[in-house]
């Protein structure tokens, strides 16, 4: 049990079929395909569907109660003892709930965003202050107005440590969920490109993700990339700066990528995580720092990082049956992302290095430009390039005469897995990387 009506009732007082003021809720969910006993339903109304139609359906499958919006009618056969709790608006009353629920356990509050390597930091830190404290933590990419307060509603009733992420593409959406969450630890991993077309430029990009202190206690903490100038500017009393500048609270140094995992240094103590790249040691720097906050030895920390397990998709090694290894980094994309992936494909011990990079979206009339950056990184050390769709044909527009290798566009999948079923052979890693709608997972299943 999360809580029960009465709970509900006290937060929305208008209600009709309240009958059972001690019935338990076990789950709040808003997708009417699934069968949730005991479970609170919470009808959104979206551009194309309206939750409330469905209201039958999940009475049927095991619902205990649901919220309903106050313009819609009730449909005469709801069953008169099923209660429906009346509210202006059904997101806004999720998102209430949440905040309630949230305050009812009160736990350590983490929040993190950034235009890159939110997941990746989430669960670094999830993960390993699990090894110390009840944490809860966001999973898949449930990270934004709808799919974050979902993400406290499943917080057991003894959670210490309750792990956000925090997305967005609109100015004051980070300022709503913090609100909602109100973090008392807050990481920006970064500021890169993601969502420039609407937010207009890097600065707006600074701008929106700084909008997590919003919710902030006076004593919470706010951990960011202490390379980023945007970033430099004093939001809260207690800034944490992590990067690979000398100065920095936790400098990050000596980094060196091996075949399966990164070693470095973060203020003189040695840090290995099973990860590779430079910019996850900078993510790991951050949940170095979050964990010296909630006073874990630093030395038990680093050494549960060495656990970590990433979700499917991001940077994923799969062994094919040629021998080839291909790494599923098809989650999402940015420049920023995408060039960092590439370059630690650059550094791996392979004969053949070959990249299959999509169309990265959302880039608005810096379209052009961000897929040319891509292009610029790629060097001598790439044996071929294969993009796929529109934009990322302008990543051949960045190459330099460093690029020696084969370049090859095309339109659609079955093109590409044309020309790269002649690479599949033992000492070759294939990285696969572009924005999630091109779905580049389903070209390495073709090819696995």
């Known amino acids: 049990m999360i809580f029960d009506l009465t709970f509900v009732s006290h937060l929305f007082p208008t209600h009709q079929g309240m009958d059972q003021d001690g019935a338990i809720v076990d789950r709040v969910y808003t997708d009417s395909r699934e069968t949730v006993t005991n479970g609170l339903f919470v009808p959104i109304i979206g551009d194309r569907f309206n939750g409330h139609d469905f209201i039958l359906q999940v009475v049927e499958q095991g619902a205990v109660a649901a919220l309903w919006q106050n ?12 209660p429906l709790f009346f ?8 998102q209430q709930l949440a905040q309630a629920y949230r305050d009812d356990i009160d736990p350590t509050v983490i929040g993190i965003t950034g235009s890159n390597g939110k997941t990746t930091t989430k669960e670094l830190i999830g993960t390993s202050l699990s090894q110390f404290f009840r944490v809860t933590k966001t999973e898949g990419n449930l990270n934004n107005l709808i799919g974050m307060p979902l993400s406290i509603l499943t917080m057991p009733r003894d959670t210490d440590v309750l792990v956000l992420e925090m997305g967005m593409n609109q100015f004051g959406e980070i300022e709503r969920l913090s609100t909602i969450a109100k973090p008392d630890i807050a ?3 970064n500021i890169g490109e993601s969502h420039i077309e609407y ?5 707006g990009i600074a701008k929106a993700k700084s909008e997590i202190v919003a919710g902030m206690p006076d004593d919470g903490f706010l951990i960011i990339d202490g390379d980023e100038p945007l970033l430099d500017s ?9 990067g690979f500048e000398s100065g920095l609270d936790y400098v990050v140094s000596n980094v060196v990528q091996h075949d399966m995992n990164t070693t470095f240094r973060v203020n003189g103590s040695d840090v290995s995580i099973p990860l590779l790249g430079r910019h996850q040691a900078k993510n790991s720097a951050y949940a170095i720092a979050a964990a010296d906050i909630l006073k874990v030895p630093q030395r038990d920390m680093i ?12 940077f994923e090694h799969i062994q094919s049956s040629s021998g080839a290894v291909l790494i599923n980094d098809a989650y999402n994309a940015s420049a920023t992302s995408m060039k960092a992936s590439i370059d630690v494909v650059k550094q791996m011990a392979y004969s053949n290095k070959v990249l299959v990079l999509g169309d990265i979206f959302e ?4 379209r052009v430009t961000e897929h040319q950056k891509v292009g610029t990184v790629i060097d001598q050390s790439i044996s071929a390039l294969i993009t796929i769709g529109d934009a990322s044909q302008h990543i051949h527009e960045g190459l330099t005469a460093s690029f020696s290798g084969k370049a090859h566009h095309v339109q659609t999948i079955d093109e590409a897995k044309g020309i790269l079923e002649p690479w599949l052979q033992p000492d070759t890693v294939m990285l696969f990387k572009a924005s999630r709608g091109m779905t580049l997972e389903t070209l390495i299943d073709a090819l696995d």
């Open 199 to 203: 937010l207009g430029s890097r600065e």
């Open 71 to 82: 313009d819609q009618p009730v449909p005469d056969d709801v069953p008169n003892d099923f």
């Open 303 to 314: 050494q549960t990082l060495a656990d970590l397990t990433l979700p499917s998709m991001r």
């Open 234 to 242: 004093q939001l809260v009393r207690q800034m944490i700066r992590c």
């Open 363 to 366: 880039l608005g009339e810096h």
């Open 187 to 189: 990481v920006i991993t």
């Open 87 to 94: 509210v202006d608006d059904t997101l806004h009353a999720l």
